[in-house]
């Protein structure tokens, strides 16, 4: 419930999980430690990604449908925080209002208002933002912009390098925030409210890898070092190609020194070959080290590449890259 800038359930009973995320379970614990019913309600595109789809309910348009399932299951919506993880849909003031009763809220990823939108790991990576943030804000009818609840920033350790990483470590930040939040709710605080400054908003849409992910080798060394680890796991991994024939996904890789310095002309060769690893030269001090060559069908590649060939992605791939924008629905 909203009033006077204040966010406050009178006397929280239910959580109601709206998408999908893969801790679920472990949240779902905390919600019993502190004596609260737990229902899930998802869209049909997240059904295989469910371990299992018992107690989930799927709909594809939130209606009457839904609410006439909150009828069936005897929620009380005065009693009760909708939670949206990651949920592909946009909820508009109608279903805020009516079918929510304003007790929607989001938990988001990335700091906001500079941090709006998706993929926030990977675009973390990308432009090297080392800081980690816990944010919960009210929902309303756009993207991202609505009034803060609570937030907590931190800092990623050096070990983190890939998204897989950064996820493993914010979901143990996550899960203390979680339950300090929930607490405070079900104890029938009343939670002051920070509006974005919207001068500040920045937005970054949702990415797709095997379309966003092609290589440019025209960047400098650190730059494709940041490209190649954003796509990395839990992805399929950053494309190129060898020679221009076929298409190969890249993981696993490492700045080096090592070698010689050489011209930009020799970006993309391989000039040396190890059984584990290839040696791929950046143009000036850099060079790549990288461990995982992998085909269409996430198999290792290694016997198809030999020192001199070089790893190229035709302009058409960049082009397609840069002016593709996926949409979820």
């Known amino acids: 419930m909203l009033k006077n800038n204040k966010f406050f359930i009178k006397k929280l009973k239910n959580i109601i999980f709206l998408g999908h995320w893969s801790y679920y379970d472990e949240i779902e614990e905390i919600n019993s430690k502190l004596n609260l019913s737990t229902f899930k309600i998802s869209s049909p595109s997240f059904k295989t990604k469910f371990k299992s789809q018992k107690n989930i309910k799927f709909f594809t348009k939130l209606d009457n449908k839904l609410e006439n399932y909150l009828k069936q299951k005897k929620i009380n919506r005065e009693n009760s925080l909708f939670i949206s993880f990651g949920s592909r849909w946009i909820f508009n003031k109608h279903q805020i209002n009516n079918i929510f009763w304003n007790n929607l809220i989001n938990f988001h990823g990335t700091r906001l208002p500079i ?78 409210l920070l509006n974005q400054n919207k001068s500040l908003r920045l937005y970054n849409p949702r990415l797709k890898t095997k379309i966003n992910g092609w290589i440019n080798w025209n960047w400098e060394a650190e730059d494709i070092f940041n490209f190649i680890n954003a796509f990395d796991e839990p992805y399929e991994g950053a494309s190129t190609t060898i020679n221009n024939k076929f298409k190969i996904y890249l993981k696993e890789v490492h700045l080096h020194k090592g070698e010689m310095s050489s011209h930009p002309y020799s970006k993309g060769l391989i000039i040396r070959k190890n059984k584990d690893w290839i040696v791929v030269a950046m143009g000036g001090n850099y060079n790549l080290l990288i461990e995982k060559v992998l085909d269409n069908k996430g198999k290792n590649t290694f016997e198809k590449i030999k020192v001199g060939d070089r790893l190229i992605t035709d302009i058409k791939y960049l082009q397609k890259s840069l002016s593709y924008r996926p949409i979820y629905k």
């Open 115 to 192: 941090d709006a939108g998706g993929g926030g790991f990977s675009w973390r990576i990308l432009r090297g933002d080392r800081l980690g943030c816990n944010l919960a804000h009210v929902i309303d009818e756009k993207i991202d912009t609505g009034p803060i609840i609570a937030n907590d920033e931190y800092i990623f350790p050096n070990s983190c390098k890939k998204p897989i990483d950064y996820e493993n470590f914010y979901f143990k930040k996550f899960t203390p925030f979680y339950e300090m939040l929930i607490s405070k709710i079900k104890s029938k605080g009343k939670i002051a």
